[in-house]
């Protein structure tokens, strides 16, 4: 403190003005950690439902080769084998590729 009233008004202000800038920035690096977060595991559900949708064509596939009864072996049945394939692929193009887990953005000197 010194004995200059408004010099000191003026410091404690500038004191919580920097405060307040602090709690902004962490904030804004806090929101954005946690959507990266986010993103990654929409990422991983849209994968593993594409692994799950693959799983799904070979047992069929397998089921139709074995011709195990009482599968019927239509040309219906190998219409819907190719869309899957094809919506299978399509899903998996559409992710970008995998990234290690999100590390937070370094904080900028104070």
């Known amino acids: 403190m010194s004995f200059n009233r408004e010099q000191d008004q003026h410091e404690a202000i500038l004191g919580a003005l920097h405060h307040l800038a602090n709690t902004i920035e962490k904030g804004f690096l806090d929101m954005a950690d946690l959507q990266a977060q986010a993103l990654a595991d929409l990422a991983t559900a849209v994968t593993n439902i594409g692994t799950a949708i693959t799983a799904e064509i070979a047992a069929l596939q397998a089921a139709l080769a074995g011709n195990v009864p009482p599968v019927n072996d239509s040309p219906a049945i190998e219409a819907a084998v190719t869309n899957l394939n094809n919506l299978a692929a399509s899903l ?19």
């Open 92 to 110: 998996t193009a559409s992710l970008p590729p995998a990234t290690a887990a999100a590390t937070p953005a370094a904080k900028p000197a104070s």
